[in-house]
């Protein structure tokens, strides 16, 4: 039996406050992804042909463009599938290879608020007899130098702690982490997917080992992303196969996704400045404006070293399925991350939310689009629906 063609009904709620989970792509990324699903239809390691050295090219130029907003050498970056598999390939990777220099597995330590695609390659490793820290943040979600300091041990070979959190935006000061870590000889990973063009870093200044991006975050296309790895790290590959990105992940390069990544990369770093600024405003006007009709809401995560274009409360003495149950058909937004499952938050938890609060929180990001208007009309929507549930 040929299976059905499935009818996606138009669900789009009236108001989106989700750009955290994903971004739609911009059409000046679908423009220049075009060519490359059809005229420019050339594999990228076929050098003998001159399609394929066309595809090459646009390859290259795009692993230039993308490295020079990370302001680093474009051998540096291998394209990778997403943000999940580079936190895989970086992780798995660095681990198993340093077992096998070291003749025996290591400590690991990484933050109980990282996204699943860290911390569960970490516990992967745990089934493999490395021994795994993953400390809890403070209340507002961020990591002291000192917990992270008390963490360490003789045999810690890596640390992972994410750059911004994806259900509550905090940012981390990893400046000071990797300092800790460079003068222990531990390598230090990164998962930036959601910092990536909503921030401004030098990756070189704050000495970072393992870097990781994805495009649905920043208007690019999904199924792509980058593992930025620093000379002489090492690493084996999960994959094998025909040598693509320096043999860490074989496979044919999707071109016209590397090529739209590029373009979206360059799209969001055009405006960041002017866009940070625009999400604060918009973020503290959400909030003053939630407040004044809700006191009692909680703010979950730092609001000071926080993601612009984030902001994520707790509503409490609300049952969380019915509050999201009344705002899904008016208002696009999550009570955590996009891969977790439908459970309770684990960030929310660590933070020592309950999970009747977990359940009654709200994630609620920003994208390019999003205007006062919106903002004004999501801060009545959600007073009028907890009014109603009170
Ligand atoms: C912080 C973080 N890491 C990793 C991922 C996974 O990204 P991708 O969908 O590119 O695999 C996401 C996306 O949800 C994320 O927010």
């Known amino acids: ?120 390659p970490l516990r992967q490793l745990q089934r493999e007899g490395f021994r795994l820290t993953e400390i809890q943040p403070q209340p507002d979600g961020l990591l002291s130098t000192k917990q992270l300091i008390e963490a360490f041990q003789n045999d810690t070979i890596l640390v992972s702690v994410m750059m911004a959190n994806n259900e509550i935006g905090v940012l981390q000061p990893l400046d000071e982490f990797t300092k800790l870590c460079i003068e222990r000889g531990v390598i230090f990973h990164t998962d930036a997917a959601q910092a990536f063009g909503q921030l401004h870093f030098n990756l070189d200044q704050i000495c970072i080992d393992f870097l990781t991006i994805s495009g649905h975050k920043i208007y690019g296309p999904k199924g792509i992303g980058a593992l930025v790895l620093k000379e002489n790290v090492p690493i084996l590959p999960l994959q094998w196969g025909g040598g693509q990105e320096l043999n860490l992940r074989p496979g044919t390069i999707p071109v016209a996704l590397a090529v739209g990544l590029a373009k979206a990369a360059e799209l969001a770093f055009n405006d960041l400045d002017s866009r940070y600024i625009r999400f604060c405003n918009l973020r503290n006007q959400f909030l003053d404006s939630l407040r004044e009709k809700i006191p009692e809401l909680k703010v979950n995560g730092s609001i000071k070293h926080r993601l612009p274009n984030n902001l994520n409360i707790t509503i409490p003495g609300v049952r969380g399925n019915k509050l999201h149950r009344a705002l899904r058909p008016l208002l696009n937004c999550s009570s955590g991350s996009a891969c977790s499952n439908g459970e309770p938050s684990h960030v929310l938890r660590a933070l020592g939310r309950s999970k009747e609060e977990a359940e009654a929180s709200l994630r609620l990001s920003f994208g390019r689009s999003t205007t006062k208007d919106q903002v004004n009309n999501a801060v009545s929507l959600i007073a009028n629906v907890v009014k109603e549930l009170h």
């Open 1 to 120: 039996m040929q299976p059905s063609t499935v009818r996606v009904t138009d669900q789009k709620a009236l108001l989106d406050f989700d750009y955290q989970a994903t971004t739609p792509c911009d059409p000046e990324v679908l423009a220049v992804m075009k060519p490359y699903w059809s005229e420019l239809w050339g594999n990228p390691s076929n050098r003998q042909s001159r399609a394929g050295l066309c595809a090459s090219a646009a390859v290259s130029l795009a692993r230039e463009q993308i490295a020079a907003f990370l302001r680093i050498k474009p051998e540096r970056l291998i394209f990778t599938s997403g943000a999940t598999e580079a936190n895989n390939l970086a992780l798995l990777g660095h681990a198993r290879a340093r077992a096998l220099e070291l003749g025996r597995p290591g400590h690991l330590i990484t933050v109980a608020t990282e996204h699943h695609s860290v911390l569960d």
